[in-house]
């Protein structure tokens, strides 16, 4: 069985979602995984910003803009009268819901409800406009198997025990439909799997229902050699391993969530990068194996700190690593890069929540500097048993460029390095002109 994952884009107009069915296979046993309409999350995160700041008026507002976006899409979705008037019915309890909530005293808990409804109107709207063309599906609630633990993780045991249970229920069906990015957390409250989330979404029914293949279906043709949002003339890779996709997708390519590769890859499941838009083009296809080719893409990731602890105690001294490392596990926080000299140390955080209690207890090691505003710029490739020259012609490449770390050799695939945030747009062109 399939896993096929519909992104914003691939849904975000009627005329889309209706098209739909030129990519699926109504006749093949198969779960559509959608995301929210296009531009609904970014709406839905500003409704939540007013509500948490108290501002009813302004989430009034914003309500009343997304609901008549919502009021036009079913217009054009629905042609018979019947199924309209069900399309209105969803939209004005997912906007009736949204509305109520400024009753309530509103957290962190209703603002996650608040992020919800997105996947859960285009998935129903799907669904309802798939009774209206006589093409049969089943609606699985998300909420139902998705969960994720007390540290955020999802639990992967529980999703097939909770989802097969739900497919062996409808045997005679073929197509079932559900929700992206969402799940339910430890407390039983609604949550999701952060921004993006629906290809985690994904890969873990894959990993869950060990499907034959995922496929992640969005408005590019697949990985390509850089990011095409600032590089210009970049290239669809047409294979990667999973340890190189989830390089780039940790690293900053969008085009996957951060987390999306790791169950399909401890599965052994293949995982396509298509695009809607040209269903005929062949895409990335991430499995196990590698191809020796060489350097194959390059991504960035900002708003990374870099922090620095230099220490004369650290000379000689075993366990001076253990001990910086497990302040960073105090604080559940996960370090990117790291590099290392005889009397100090450079890595780099992402999550700053914690970093002052951080540098506080750093501070007993020795002088700590912290530089902000960096970006990691990730070489993926096989660099393989020969790795040689590779490092050579990256650094060429920004010979011209202040480099602030650079971290190679920790894995056969990445080659990082550290630069100003500033220095970045230049860095992946200068980049990709010399090494592509
Ligand atoms: P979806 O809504 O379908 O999930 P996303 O916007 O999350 O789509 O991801 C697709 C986008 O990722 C592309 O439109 C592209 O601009 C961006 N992107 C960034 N880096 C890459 C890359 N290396 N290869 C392909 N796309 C990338
Ligand atoms: N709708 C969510 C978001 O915009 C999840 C996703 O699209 O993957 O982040
Ligand atoms: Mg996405």
Same mark, same amino acid.
């Given at each position: 069985m399939k896993v096929l994952k519909f992104g914003g884009t691939s849904v975000g107009s009627p005329d889309r979602m209706k098209k739909l069915l030129n990519i699926i296979n109504a006749d093949e046993r198969q779960i559509v995984v959608l995301s929210a309409v296009s531009g609904t999350t970014n709406s839905l995160v500003e409704i939540g910003q007013a509500y948490l700041a108290s501002d009813?008026?302004?989430?009034?507002? =914003?309500?009343?803009? @997304?609901?008549?976006?919502?009021?036009?899409?079913? +217009?054009?979705? /629905?042609?018979?009268?019947?199924?309209?008037?069900?399309?209105k019915e969803v939209i004005d309890y997912h906007f009736g819901l949204l509305s109520q909530l400024s009753n309530d005293l509103f957290t962190h808990i209703e603002d996650k409800i608040v992020l919800a409804q997105g996947e859960l109107l285009s998935t129903t709207l799907y669904h309802v406009y798939l009774q209206e063309i006589g093409v049969p599906s089943v609606l699985l609630p998300a909420l139902d198997f998705m969960r994720v633990d007390e540290d955020h993780e999802p639990v992967v045991d529980?999703?097939?025990?909770?989802?097969?249970?739900?497919?062996?229920?409808? =045997?005679?069906?073929? @197509?079932?439909?559900?929700?992206?990015?969402?799940? +339910?957390?430890? /407390?039983?409250?609604?949550?999701n799997l952060r921004r993006g989330g629906s290809d985690y979404t994904a890969s873990l029914i894959g990993a869950a229902i060990r499907s034959e293949e995922v496929q992640i279906w969005t408005d590019i043709d697949g990985m390509h050699n850089n990011d095409p949002r600032i590089v210009k003339s970049t290239q669809p890779i047409s294979q990667l391993s999973f340890d190189e996709a989830a390089e780039l997708a940790y690293f900053g390519a969008k085009i996957l969530h951060p987390q999306s590769v790791f169950p399909a890859q401890k599965y052994k499941i293949p995982v396509r990068l298509l695009n809607t838009m040209d269903p005929q083009a062949a895409g990335t296809l991430i499995t196990g194996d590698s191809v020796k080719d060489g350097i194959k893409s390059i991504a960035a990731k900002d708003d990374i700190t870099a922090i620095k602890i230099q220490s004369s105690r650290m000379l000689l001294a075993y366990?001076?690593?253990?001990r910086v490392f497990e302040v960073f596990e105090r604080y559940k926080t996960s370090i990117d890069m790291i590099t290392t000299s005889e009397v100090g140390v450079s890595l780099t955080i992402d999550d700053t929540t914690h970093l002052g209690d951080i540098t506080k207890e750093l501070n007993s090691f020795g002088s700590v500097e912290l530089d902000v505003n960096h970006t990691i710029i990730c070489v993926v490739g096989d660099f393989g048993a020969d790795k040689h020259g590779y490092a050579a012609r990256v650094l060429e490449s920004v010979k011209h460029i202040p480099i602030r770390m650079i971290s190679y050799g920790g894995s056969d695939h990445n080659l990082s390095l550290l630069v100003k945030t500033e220095d970045k747009v230049e860095a992946l062109r200068s980049l990709h002109s010399r090494l592509f």
């Open positions: 009813k008026a302004r989430a009034a507002t =914003l309500i009343a803009t @997304l609901k008549d976006k919502y009021e036009l899409f079913i +217009k054009e979705l /629905f042609n018979d009268e019947k199924c309209l008037s069900r399309g529980y999703i097939t025990d909770h989802i097969n249970p739900l497919l062996n229920k409808h =045997l005679e069906n073929k @197509l079932f439909i559900t929700q992206g990015y969402i799940c +339910k957390n430890s /407390f039983g409250e609604i949550d366990g001076f690593l253990r």
